[in-house]
């Protein structure tokens, strides 16, 4: 294992944003088999406090942007996790976005967009209504489709 990485557990562990070291190596092992990160551009829609963001920075991305509004119902004080976690990992290709998805402007194309457990991020709104309405679904299929180059 790399020193980035080594730290990146520690880091993360520190911070409480996973419980056990093992474990987030179980975890993050399972969830990204076979993903080379390296040299890669990597969009991550409602990252959080930066979980895999600085994952995937700390695996060789070469650039790693985390969408995560603080808006109603988010956690307070992501923005300042996320930002005290990078300035340990000394990372400078993690980027913390503070907009909704639907106002993200890209710079370019991503190779990798990561969306765990952030469907919500997409369009709230339309989220409600995903199960009982076909014309929401098959807007939101597009705008999915559509929105990143």
Known sequence: MSPELDRYYSIAVDEQLHKSTQRLKTYLDAVFQGIDFKDTKVLDIGGGSGLFTFYAACKGAREVICLKPEADGSTAGVSERFERVRAKLNLSNAKLRA??????????????????????????AACNHLLEDLETRALNGHRLRGSIS
Do not use: A, P, T
């Open 99 to 124: 907009v909704m998805f639907q106002e993200f402007e890209s710079q370019g194309k991503f190779d990798i967009i990561l969306l765990h457990n952030s469907v919500n991020h997409l369009d709230e």
